[in-house]
């Protein structure tokens, strides 16, 4: 919150603990109509009751002959300027994934009826999840997972398209991105002149490590795949992005998928913020149960995601070799406390604030093992001394990889039992307890 006045803050404050509608934000910031300033609320698993920054169709984009048996998925639209035509690319199949083509369609509308032009596989190439893109000059690109060397989604495949936007650009051919690293769920933003590509893993319905590439083009080459966000991406998966141009800034909002894995699949949608430097090529993603976004300016109000647990003195019940229980609180999501070698259940880990805090949230990211994945059972306690003890029960959580609780308590040490962990392809429990990061916000 920094640049805030002190009624700003605390209007953040309140608002985070009592959950305001957007509408209930006008008049805690001077100056600021309400059709400026959107909240942006997330909570996890929930079905979101509202979509806080809604495109032009809320109904989705309606196609008008789509064969019986068919259905599209990541369908996504951009506009013509010469043809004055809304065109789509999505992913087209039938029952399974074995179709694995692209549609086409167009219309005069943006939310359509879209009449289908061609359902195909670009140069003969396998398509599945997928992405358009519109650059600044109004070459278009479609960019989609596929499969170059025998496996499915093994690489990301990326074409230019006609000035039509209705084909693929033969004479560019197939760009090849991230050969064998199975990646999925393509958004392209960018910067100035950086190109900015984010992907997740191909883990079925399962949350993934989030990761992005930068290029000077849409044809490459493309850097490395570097780790954003935690080790699920919060819970979600790529799935669109709200760019808000304003006058003194851009917003990029990534609208994500919350997967709650085989139990609680596709549960609902996040929006988090992407900051993007082109001048360093990094992307940064982070998780923000409430944000604000001018949509006149474009400007970002981010709440402070400074733990107060962060680098204090943290203990556990055991550790193996190579681990730490500072990982759990070291300000990384890529480090994390391991409890042993072996599964050993039950195992905890403590924290100790150095004073008596007001906790107001704790996120925690868990460990996931990609083909065995496992949501946790936990609880949270609370001690003013150590000793005596305040138990919040989370054995009910079938969440994946991210959890978030909500707390109006004031306390010195924090511990976090680790109760077990369940597999959702195994009926024996063999991971080790763990944690990525602990997160304490007040």
């Given amino acids: 919150m920094k640049g805030l006045s002190f009624r700003a803050r605390t209007a953040i404050r309140r608002m985070r603990a009592l959950a305001l509608a957007p509408a209930m934000v006008t008049g805690l910031f001077p100056g600021v109509a309400e059709a400026q300033l959107v909240t942006v609320q997330n909570k996890l698993a929930n079905h979101y009751a509202y979509d806080p920054l809604p495109d032009a169709c809320p109904n989705g ?7 019986e048996g068919y259905r599209t998925e990541r369908d996504h639209v951009i506009y013509n300027d010469s043809t004055h035509k809304w065109v789509m690319w999505a992913h087209y199949e039938a029952s399974g994934y074995g179709t694995a083509q692209a549609l086409v369609a167009q219309s005069d509308t943006e939310c359509g009826p879209y009449t289908i032009v061609k359902t195909f596989r ?21 960019l989609a997972a596929s499969r170059k060397n025998g496996g499915a989604n093994d690489t ?17 051919g197939t760009t090849w991105a991230f050969e064998n690293q199975y990646r999925e769920a393509p958004i392209v933003m960018k910067k100035g002149n950086i190109y900015f590509l ?5 883990a079925g319905w399962y949350p993934s490590q989030g990761a992005y590439a930068t290029a000077t083009s849409m044809l490459g080459p493309w850097s490395p795949l570097a780790n954003f966000g ?7 998966q790529n799935a669109d992005v709200r760019i808000i141009r304003g006058s003194g800034s851009t917003a990029n909002i990534l609208v994500l998928d919350h997967l709650g894995g085989a139990i609680a699949r596709d549960d609902g949608r996040m929006w988090l913020p992407v900051l993007l430097d082109d001048q360093a090529r990094t992307a940064t993603l982070d998780y923000y149960s409430t944000f604000y976004v001018d949509k006149t300016t474009g400007a970002l109000t981010l709440p402070s995601t400074d733990s107060v647990a962060a680098t204090r003195p943290a203990t556990a019940s055991a550790t193996a070799s190579g681990s730490s229980p500072q990982y759990g609180n070291d300000r990384s999501y890529q480090t994390k406390w391991s409890a042993v070698s072996s599964a050993n259940w039950p195992a905890w880990w403590r924290v100790d604030l150095g004073s008596a805090r007001h906790v107001g949230e704790i996120q925690i990211s868990w460990p996931m093992t990609k083909g065995s994945e496992a949501y946790y059972k936990y609880k949270i306690e609370f001690s003013s001394d150590g000793t005596t003890w305040q138990t919040y029960d989370f054995t009910n959580n079938t969440l994946y990889g991210f959890t978030v609780d909500s707390f109006n308590v004031t306390a010195r040490f924090i511990r976090v039992q680790l109760v077990t ?22």
Avoid: C, Q
Wanted: proline share 5%.
């Fill in 61 to 67: 984009h309606r196609i008008a002959n789509i064969p």
């Fill in 122 to 142: 670009p140069l003969d190439r396998e398509i599945r999840d997928d992405y358009v893109w519109k650059d600044n000059d109004g070459t278009a690109y479609f």
């Fill in 156 to 172: 990301m495949a990326i074409f230019r398209l006609t000035a039509n936007y209705l084909d693929v650009d033969v004479s560019a």
């Fill in 198 to 202: 984010l992907t997740s893993a191909a």
């Fill in 230 to 236: 935690n080790a699920s991406t919060f819970g979600g």
């Fill in 421 to 442: 962990a369940v597999l959702s392809n195994n009926p024996n429990n063999w991971y080790t307890p763990a944690l990525w990061n602990v997160r304490v916000l007040n």
